[in-house]
């Protein structure tokens, strides 16, 4: 079975550009989540979803970033414009939503760098 | 406020050698789960266990053994016989029942086994 499937794999933009990380979770789940890895500042959540529906985007930085899911199958993350502190490496998990702790699958990250 | 903190930052072993990771966590929920995840080299975060506040019960699979203990608030890692391939980042990480499966994650610990 495919797990999570995210691209680009590698993103390398200048400032000011728009980056737009593309996420399919794994079939049949129906939760979504989309954390963001630096060294500083270790694994953090940005904002999740289910059913289709943003519930939490505390973890959001600010205003340049915004996330969409337009159905079950694929989920957006967007920056613009960027800016080198966005450089990290941005996650996407999925998971079967039947109770609260269920476990999260992860994609295989998208490595951005913004020069 | 909740947290994990995985006070090793680094670990060298040995190949054959047993190596515990520890992890401490801190919550005043009753109801919450902890994970343990593997980042190898490659970058992905890969799924290793899942343990809800009610169960108890260490686990082993293989060469990983999983201790879990409410009284000190720790649920450490054991790996027996350390294998090259071991080598890799890992995270535990904390879900609240009540936050929606937001993962609070420890610093990681890097642990590296040489032949």
């Known amino acids: 079975d495919a797990g999570v499937i995210q691209s680009p794999r590698h993103e390398v933009t200048e400032m000011g550009q728009e980056v737009t990380l593309r996420c399919k979770p794994i079939s049949g789940h129906n939760s979504l989540f989309w954390y963001r890895q630096t060294m500083m500042r270790g694994l953090e959540l940005l904002i999740y979803?289910?059913?289709?529906?943003?519930?939490?985007d505390s973890g959001m930085p600010e205003d340049r970033f915004s996330a969409k899911m337009p159905n079950a199958s694929f989920s957006t993350l967007k920056i613009q414009p960027s800016e080198p502190r966005d450089s990290a490496v941005y996650f996407c998990?999925?998971?079967?939503?039947?109770?609260?702790?269920?476990?999260?699958?992860f994609g295989p990250g998208t490595r951005l760098l913004v020069l | 406020a909740q947290k994990v903190t995985q006070a090793q930052t680094e670990i060298s072993v040995v190949e054959k050698e047993d190596v515990t990771l520890d992890c401490v966590y801190e919550t005043r929920d009753t109801t919450y789960y902890l994970f343990w995840y593997k980042q190898p080299p490659s970058g992905e975060l890969v799924f290793l266990i899942r343990r809800n506040s009610f169960d108890e019960q260490n686990e082993i699979s293989g060469r990983y053994s999983w201790n879990f203990q409410k009284s000190t608030s720790s649920f450490n890692f054991t790996i027996t016989a350390s294998q090259v391939v071991d080598s890799a980042v890992y995270f535990c990480a904390l879900t609240l029942y009540n936050q929606g499966g937001k993962l609070i994650f420890g610093q990681g610990t890097e642990l590296s086994v040489k032949p």
């Open positions: 998990a999925s998971r079967l939503l039947r109770d609260r702790g269920e476990t999260q699958y």
């Open positions: 979803f289910n059913n289709n529906v943003p519930i939490d």
